[in-house]
């Protein structure tokens, strides 16, 4: 693979760790985990080889991330990273092409898509993992929120305004907004962790059902 396939994000270089740790507290010592718009391929091929007990399975909508993905894994030594596939969170399948997935996921992890994406996204993310996540399986969702009861930071404001002035159907969204969609999908917020320059970490798993 050559070096000029590898993309670089230096967001994900700095996040990478902190995101790992939480990981890390969260899960087993194997499993599958399917991550959703995985971009450059550094998040996936960190915590692979970081975790050896779990196969990860990389996907995006963009096929021009595939040779990146597969490049940082090699580089990294990950030969837990399976092939990237394509993925589009609004289809009622999933992937987007070939066989659909036969089974199902512990982890599926998704990190900062929400606010780059159209609003519609949330809800197929929502519906696609309440679909594929195995019993007791998490989604683990990483990047900016707006909080009611909690002031925003003016880089997250100034981050928010950049992005609507980019594409008027994204923008940082409300975390009552989002955890109100999962709901309707049967998924509730489990666990909150604030992660360094002002992103959350957020864990959601099947709702219990009332007694």
Same mark, same amino acid.
């Given at each position: ?11 994900? !270089? ?7 740790? @939480? /990981? ?5 010592? !194997? =499993? ?10 550094? %998040?996936?091929? %960190? ?13 995006? /909508? ?14 990294? =030594? ?6 990237? &596939?394509? &993925?589009? $969170? ?9 066989? +659909? ?8 992890? @998704?990190?900062?898509? /929400? ?6 996204? @949330?809800?197929?993310?929502?519906? =696609? ?20 009861? $909690? ?19 994204? =923008?940082?969204?409300? &975390?009552?907004? $989002? ?8 998924? +509730? ?5 604030? /992660?360094?320059?002002?992103? &959350?970490?957020? $864990? ?8």
């Amino acid at each position: 693979m050559s070096p000029s396939a590898l993309q670089n994000s230096p967001a994900a !270089e700095r996040n990478r760790a902190p995101i790992l740790d @939480c /990981l890390r507290m969260l899960l087993g010592a !194997e =499993g599958r985990a399917l991550e959703i718009a995985s971009g450059t391929g550094q %998040h996936a091929a %960190h915590f692979a080889a970081a975790l050896p007990g779990w196969t990860w399975q990389p996907t995006d /909508l963009q096929g021009t991330h595939f040779d990146s993905i597969t490049g940082w894994a090699a580089q990294a =030594g990950a030969a837990n990273v399976r092939a990237p &596939l394509r &993925l589009d $969170v609004l289809r009622p399948r999933w992937p987007a092409e070939g066989d +659909a997935f036969g089974a199902e996921f512990d982890l599926i992890y @998704c990190a900062n898509m /929400l606010h780059i994406a159209p609003w519609a996204c @949330c809800a197929g993310l929502m519906q =696609g993992a309440a679909r594929q996540l195995a019993p007791g399986g998490l989604l683990v969702t990483y990047g900016p929120y707006l909080e009611d009861d $909690v002031p925003t930071a003016a880089g997250n404001l100034a981050f928010d305004a950049s992005l609507r002035a980019q594409d008027s159907t994204w =923008g940082i969204r409300r &975390l009552a907004d $989002v955890a109100a969609t999962a709901g309707e999908a049967g998924l +509730a917020l489990q666990q909150r962790h604030a /992660l360094p320059a002002n992103n &959350l970490l957020l $864990v959601w798993a099947r709702a219990t059902p009332a007694p």
